[in-house]
């Protein structure tokens, strides 16, 4: 018996016509510069889509300042997102453009921001990050790296009584291993006033058992402990027996997204393996 086949003609695909539905699952997976720069012009039902306030609930821009725009263009398109979400902003993430004038923008504009990451803001004051944080009073989660500005950790735990989620990393740490006073003042202003936490990251962090300890002892929900090359810790099973998930000084960094590096203090230089110094890894 001869075979038939039903030869089908391919029709080109109307990117215009495609249901508003699908046209925003698609520009969903693409990130704040590529829906700004490129998705919003292809068509006129694209632009209306861009225009959805809930395009814009969740904004990522820490990783764009590889992409040739200068900070001011990349903060212009900060401020466009946070409009356009037209009060419904829960998450954002921004990168090394960020500095106290656009926290100050996004805090105004972003009563419901639930969750706030900063890396390499270095425009970006303790007095604008309290300013800022002090107006999000739903702030569930805070992220602060690649940064050295010392923070009043006090008074922003006291401006985020919902605090669950605390990310304070640096992007280098000392061999020998050097310790400042003040990143044990840190760990106790994060313990008298962040009792809600149940995750903390404090990645290269210079703390000690006692500023691990008072953590330990005030914060009562912490469930995710993470201090990897935190190396003046060392009591670690005698007091963290109860953390369901803790990663400890000596291990992996590997899925960290920016590289941390390491100083030898005797040389004054960079070790040879982490040459590559603040900036994403994908």
Sequence with gaps: MASSFLKVKKKDINWAELPPELISSILLRLD??????????????????????????????????????????????????????????????????????????????????????????????NEGLVNA???????????????WSDLDFKAIGHSCPRLKSLKLNCSGYWCPYYRSKSDDDDALAISESMPELSHLQLLGNGLSDIGLYAILDNCPHLEHLDIRRCFNV?????????????????????????????????????????????????
């Design 133 to 147: 944080v002090g107006k999000l009073r739903l702030l569930e989660e805070l992220e602060v790296s690649n940064m």
């Design 32 to 125: 704040v510069v590529e829906i700004l720069e490129n998705a919003q012009i292809v068509c006129k039902p694209w632009r209306s889509v861009t225009k959805d306030p809930y395009m814009w609930r969740k904004v990522d821009m820490q990783n764009v300042g590889s992409l040739g725009f200068c900070d001011l263009k990349l903060e212009k398109m900060c401020r466009n997102a946070v409009d356009r979400s037209k009060g419904g902003l829960v998450e954002i993430r921004i990168g090394n453009f960020g500095n106290d004038e656009l926290l100050n923008y996004i805090a105004d504009r972003s009563s419901n921001l639930r969750s706030f990451g900063l890396a390499m803001c270095n425009g970006m004051s």
């Design 234 to 282: 060392q009591d670690l099973k005698n007091r963290c027996s109860e953390i369901k998930v803790l990663r400890g000084p000596n291990d992996s960094t590997a899925d960290y997204r920016f590289v941390i590096v390491y100083y030898d203090t005797d040389t004054d230089t960079d070790s040879d393996e982490d040459d590559y110094f603040g900036y994403p890894v994908y």
